[in-house]
């Protein structure tokens, strides 16, 4: 069974940092694209950002740009988000995913539970 888990999140106030976690777990995802969304309340979820599997793309948002980091450890089936300088409007839940289906980043085959982060004005 296959079973992404985030971890890392929480309450931090405007200008902080959090470091999100997501530990997989069923199959390795050493050869397959990951990626972290959010979705903030009322609205649609949002690509945060994307990494393939070797490394040699990643893709920010543009609301996220410069102030966040993807990375990934293959030997540890693990995919990082080093969020700084963090808003008030980076509030959401964040998930992890992976395995984009056809290469659409849009449609990843395997999803996380979500894990909170609040940041407080």
């Known amino acids: 069974q296959v079973q992404l888990v985030e971890s890392g999140g929480g309450l931090v106030q405007a200008g902080g940092s959090l470091r999100l976690s997501c530990a997989a777990s069923?199959?390795?995802?050493?050869?397959?694209?990951m990626a972290w969304f959010r979705q903030a309340p009322e609205k649609e979820r949002e690509i945060v950002a994307v990494?393939?599997?070797?490394?040699?793309?990643?893709y920010y948002a543009d609301s996220v740009k410069g102030r966040f980091t993807i990375s990934r450890d293959n030997a540890k089936n693990t995919v990082y988000l080093q969020m700084s300088s963090l808003k008030p409007e980076d509030t959401a839940v964040y998930y992890c995913?992976?395995?984009?289906?056809?290469?659409?980043?849009?449609?990843?085959?395997?999803w996380g539970q979500g894990t909170q982060v609040t940041v407080s004005s």
């Open positions: 995913a992976a395995d984009p289906t056809a290469g659409n980043w849009s449609r990843m085959r395997y």
């Open positions: 990494i393939t599997w070797n490394k040699s793309i990643t």
């Open positions: 069923g199959r390795t995802f050493s050869s397959t694209g």
